[in-house]
């Protein structure tokens, strides 16, 4: 019988405990093929959607790709910091919202923006003229009756050959992961936004 007053308290027991071994194997699929183009989505309530997809634009950019990005909420108002850069490094950038829809005065033309905002996104998708798009916020769109999600998967799906998509947002609808080839979801662990801190000019945006 353990005596209770000899019981390991949760730190020691942590430390006491043998650590994770590095993999020996590779954990890698054999038969590895180079794709023409992949569709990522980054979804879930975490932070990092937006900032992982300005990643992979970055890279893109280093490989000499042509890269556009379409937000679908932010205005041209915003100009975030990831536009600033992008614009420097000859990245085509549309901010084609309205903002936030809390603060609008008129979801009726919100609607009507987000439909124009999307036909020219997916001209760009289909015109072939890039080899990375990056869709942000396209999933609140659908998930709000404003796009048509068969109109999406039909852009993604039959995009040219060599075009990538990234689409970022929350609660991306099944049927956008289904024709993806990557999907990552960023956990909500903790926010500075649920203390009661603002969002910081160069952390956020």
Do not use: C
């Given at each position: ?5 000899s019981t390991p308290s ?41 900032s992982a997809a300005f ?89 709000w009756g404003w796009v ?58």
């Amino acid at each position: 019988m353990v005596n209770e007053m000899s019981t390991p308290s949760h730190g020691e027991a942590a430390s006491s405990t043998a650590r994770e071994q590095p993999p020996a194997d590779d954990p890698r699929p054999e038969d590895l093929v180079t794709p023409e183009s992949l569709v990522l989505v980054h979804t879930g309530h975490g932070k990092g959607k937006s900032s992982a997809a300005f990643g992979v634009m970055l890279r893109g950019v280093a490989r000499g790709w042509r890269v556009v990005v379409v937000q679908f909420l932010k205005s041209g108002e915003w100009r975030v910091g990831e536009e600033e850069l992008g614009r420097r490094l000859g990245v085509e950038w549309h901010a084609l919202g309205d903002g936030f829809t809390w603060d609008s005065a008129d979801i009726e033309r919100d609607r009507r923006t987000a439909a124009a905002a999307w036909g020219r996104a997916a001209a760009l998708v289909g015109g072939g003229g890039h080899d990375l798009v990056i869709l942000d916020e396209l999933t609140y769109l659908i998930n709000w009756g404003w796009v048509d999600a068969a109109g999406v998967v039909a852009a993604l799906r039959d995009r040219p050959r060599h075009v990538s998509v990234v689409v970022t947002g929350r609660d991306a609808p099944q049927v956008i992961l289904d024709v993806a080839d990557t999907v990552t979801e960023m956990v909500n662990v903790k926010h500075a936004y649920q203390r009661g801190l603002r969002a910081m000019r160069g952390i956020d945006y």
